[in-house]
């Protein structure tokens, strides 16, 4: 039932501006000093592309969306959330670009925002965690634009491409009596004043033992899926009777940050030196390596350079065990320039994704057929990649693969 609303979340610890709580703090204050002045003015919310592998996003979508509620003269709603806090914004327009970037955060600078929400008002409407989640569960989506139905957003919904067009059970009107001399982003708000119990989101970048300059230089999308695994785990162990089931989409969501960021830096590699002469399969979900394309059918096959498909574990250690497979080259000249890297992926690497089961244990996560391990053994999973005990994976890939002198460039 309509109208239907915006629905995105964001990571606070993203926030680069240090003196305010969130982004969306900041936001709030820079739309409400622009209002003090200019009744008429506004200030763009930004969905950032986490990925390049994300599928495009169809905004056209949402203008229709929008242009469907201006016709019943309903208000269409941009819910933000954080998990603790939970704020909504009044949404006069999407667009894809802005022609005025400084009415928007400076956070957004050098980023690849994928769609712009203008909006012309704002208020938080919940500071508590709690509180938040009870609101998110009034969303769900149940309408022509997904061919799936979600009866409840959590903070642990799967397979959502934010932003998401949702419903509203409240059918909540936060809006409808405000006009230029009526806005809720000018009225006191006591949420704004108080410290409302949260998820703890800050406390978990130290439970990682992943040192913060490492953990600044992994791609966006490893770093909020990092941060989304443990909260996994925080409410897979948080009651008395542990959820087997968050427990292991924690653990499967470390083993997919790993196999991200070996795309982001071995295959990466791959093609910037080989681009053209390695080969591979056209499939976007589990790309393979050619060993050669003579007596090949083409058409199923592309350049790596032109590949965006993420290549398994499975596939990269295949590499690891073969580096002679391609016949033209082999893999000790490709990396002659990373050689740190290289011997780190050539001799450990390569014996823990062995040794640990790890590319069998993904694979059994993933086709949800995994044999009933002991917790125990789950959790040895997330202290090899991180480094509890240890120096961990991740770490040791971040650390060697800026080890000749790329300090200065960011994983891409």
């Known amino acids: 039932m309509k109208p239907y609303h915006f629905y995105v979340a964001f990571n606070p610890l993203f926030n680069e501006e240090q003196k305010w709580k969130t982004q969306a703090h900041e936001f709030h204050h820079h739309l409400s000093e622009k209002k003090k002045t200019d009744p008429t003015s506004h200030m763009y919310w930004g969905k950032i592309q986490v990925s390049q592998y994300s599928e495009p996003l169809n905004t056209k979508v949402f203008s229709e969306v929008l242009n469907e509620n201006d016709e019943l003269q309903m208000d269409t709603h941009l819910y933000i959330t954080d998990y603790q806090h939970l704020w909504v914004g009044k949404v006069a327009e999407v667009s894809e670009t802005i022609k005025d970037p400084e009415n928007t955060l400076n956070f957004y600078q050098n980023k690849k925002v994928e769609v712009w929400f203008k909006l012309i008002d704002f208020e938080l409407i919940s500071n508590n965690a709690s509180e938040t989640i009870k609101h998110l569960s009034d969303f769900h989506v149940d309408n022509e634009h997904y061919p799936f139905k979600i009866k409840e957003m959590t903070p642990f919904t799967s397979s959502i491409r934010f932003p998401m067009i949702v419903q509203d059970k409240s059918r909540a009107r936060y809006f409808s009596q405000s006009t230029e001399n009526d806005l809720k982003v000018l009225k006191p708000n006591p949420l704004l004043m108080t410290e409302g119990e949260g998820m703890k989101l800050n406390s978990f970048i130290q439970s990682f033992v992943i040192p913060e300059e490492n953990f600044k230089k992994m791609p966006e999308i490893v770093r909020t899926q990092i941060t989304h695994a443990e909260i996994l ?35 990466a590699h791959l093609k910037k030196e080989e681009g053209h002469r390695i080969w591979v399969s056209k499939d976007l979900q589990s790309p393979k390596f050619m060993r050669s394309a003579l007596d090949k059918d083409k058409s199923s096959l592309i350049r790596i350079k032109e590949s965006v498909g993420l290549f398994q574990l499975s596939q990269i250690k295949m590499l690891l065990d073969t580096p002679g497979f391609f016949p033209h080259t082999s893999l000790d000249y490709i990396f002659r320039h990373k050689k740190l890297f290289w011997e780190f992926c050539r001799l450990e690497l390569r014996s823990t994704l062995k040794n640990e089961s790890l590319i069998d244990l993904k694979h059994q996560l993933t086709t949800q057929t995994a044999q009933k391990l002991h917790d125990r053994e789950l959790l040895l999973v997330r202290n090899i990649l991180l480094g509890i005990g240890g120096k961990g994976v991740l770490n040791a890939i971040v650390e060697s693969w800026y080890a000749e002198g790329l300090e200065s460039k960011k994983i891409a």
């Open 233 to 267: 785990l925080v409410e897979a162990q948080s009651t008395s009777k542990k959820d087997r089931i968050k427990l292991e989409q924690a653990i499967l969501t470390y083993l997919k940050c790993l196999e991200v960021l070996l795309n982001e830096t071995f295959v």
